[in-house]
């Protein structure tokens, strides 16, 4: 290091300018890139597909089952009408998946809702019945 340090003080200001400036630019590129990587952590961005669940029906509770933003599974036992929304978009390959299955006798209905359309749907009538429904974003 003390070599370094010889050199670099008895190197003239011609030598040492364009060596500083070139540091520098170094220096804060490298900066600048860690902060545009650290920007987008954490942050929940609507990519993809937007995803909607519902469960509808004479049925008046119902246990569902379905995939949350995460790709985890989540269940529950709720009053009939039912309503999920992704709070983020789901990206190209996702899997999606939603069943219920009446707690009672009457019709049971389960769609996925991909941007605004129904994408996927089954229903199902007579007591304790259950309707499926599953794809991967993206598909037809």
Not at 58 to 77: F, H, Q
Not at 96 to 119: C, F, H, M, N, P
Request: glycine content about 12%; overall charge neutral.
């Amino acid at each position: 290091m003390r070599d370094f340090l010889d050199w670099f003080g008895n190197t003239q200001w011609v030598v040492k300018i364009p060596l500083i400036l070139v540091a520098s630019m170094i220096i804060l590129g490298a900066l600048g890139f860690g902060a545009s990587l650290l920007s987008g952590l954490g942050s929940e961005q609507n990519t993809g597909y937007n995803v909607e669940y519902n469960v509808t029906g004479t049925s008046k509770r119902a246990i569902i089952t379905y995939t949350n933003e995460k790709g985890w599974t989540d269940k529950l036992e709720t009053s009939v009408p039912w309503r999920w929304k992704s709070p983020a978009g789901a990206p190209a390959g996702t899997s999606l998946y939603i069943s219920a299955q009446a707690r009672d006798s009457g019709l049971i209905k389960v769609e996925i809702i991909v941007d605004g359309k129904v994408w996927k749907e089954q229903e199902n009538f007579g007591p304790f019945v259950m309707a499926t429904a599953s794809g991967y974003a993206g598909d037809k």
